[in-house]
C-alpha cells in the first residue's frame, strides 16, 4: 500500500521528453513493436491448385495455414476425380520456432517501450536522479536492438521457407496428384513481408536509440564537471 501511495504521489505527467529524441524514438519503437508482432500473429493464408479430372469436373484443393506455421498440424482432403476416394494429407514443414521467437520479442519490446514511457513522462524525476536507470536503460535497449537483429533475420529465413512449403508449383507434386494438378494462386503473404520490414525497421530504431540513452548516462556526463569562475569563487592570482 506505502508503495502505491509512493508511486502515486510522486507521478507527475511531464510531456517534455516527447520533444526530445529519447521519447520520440521510444513512440516510434512502440508503434513499429506493435506492427511487427501484430503482422505475424494471428495470419491465416490458403493456397490454391486444381485436381484435373478428364471428362469430369476439375476440383479445387485449398490447404489452409497460419500462425505459428506449424505446417504439419494443418490437413486437407485430396479427393479423386471419381470421388470414389478422399485422402487427408498434410503440409510439411514446421517453421514455428523462427515465427513465435519474433512475435515473443515484439510482445516484450511492446511491454518495455510501455513502462518506460511511462517512466519517462511520469517519473522523469526519478529517472535522472541516479544514473542506474539510464545505465540499465541503455543495457536492455542494447539487448533488444541484437534481438531485433537475430529475431528478424531467423524469421526472414523461416518466411522464405513457408513461401516455399506452401508454393502451388512444389504441392502438386506430391504423388496423390499423380501429375494431374495444376497449381493455382500463390497465399497472399504481403502481411508476412511487412513483419519481416517492421522487424529490420526495430532493429534500426532500437540501435540508434542507444546513442541517445548512452548520452543520458554518467559514461557521457562528466560527473564532476570543472568549477567555472562564478561558482568556484574569485580565481588566484
Not at 35 to 60: E, I, N, Q, V
Not at 139 to 152: D, E, I, K, M, R
Request: hydrophobic share 40%; charged share 15%.
Amino acid at each position: 500500500m506505502d508503495a502505491v501511495q509512493t508511486l502515486t504521489s510522486g507521478f507527475s505527467l511531464d510531456l517534455g521528453p516527447m520533444k526530445e529524441p529519447l521519447g520520440f524514438i521510444r513512440v516510434l519503437e512502440w508503434v513499429f513493436t506493435i506492427f511487427a508482432f501484430a503482422t505475424t500473429g494471428g495470419y491465416t493464408g490458403t493456397t490454391h491448385f486444381t485436381l484435373k479430372c478428364p471428362g469430369d469436373k476439375d476440383k479445387p484443393i485449398e490447404p489452409m495455414f497460419g500462425y505459428p506455421f506449424r505446417l504439419p498440424a494443418h490437413s486437407y482432403k485430396m479427393v479423386s476425380c471419381n470421388g470414389s476416394q478422399v485422402n487427408e494429407t498434410f503440409l510439411q514443414g514446421d517453421f514455428s520456432s523462427s515465427a513465435e521467437f519474433f512475435v515473443c520479442v515484439g510482445v516484450f519490446g511492446f511491454l518495455y517501450c510501455t513502462a518506460t514511457l511511462i517512466l519517462y513522462l511520469g517519473y522523469q524525476n526519478v529517472y535522472r536522479q541516479t544514473s542506474r536507470g539510464p545505465i540499465v536503460d541503455l543495457g536492455v535497449t542494447a539487448a533488444f536492438a541484437f534481438l531485433w537483429l537475430v529475431s528478424s533475420s531467423a524469421w526472414g529465413k523461416g518466411l522464405t521457407d513457408v513461401k516455399w512449403a506452401t508454393n502451388p508449383e512444389q504441392l502438386v507434386q506430391i504423388p496423390l496428384c499423380d501429375g494431374n494438378c495444376e497449381p493455382g494462386d500463390f497465399p497472399s503473404m504481403g502481411r508476412l513481408n511487412a513483419s519481416v520490414i517492421f522487424g529490420f525497421l526495430n532493429l534500426i530504431l532500437w540501435a540508434s536509440n542507444c546513442w541517445f540513452i548512452f548520452k543520458e548516462t554518467s559514461f557521457h556526463k562528466d560527473p564532476n564537471p570543472p568549477a567555472t569562475s562564478e561558482e568556484g569563487g574569485t580565481p588566484g592570482p
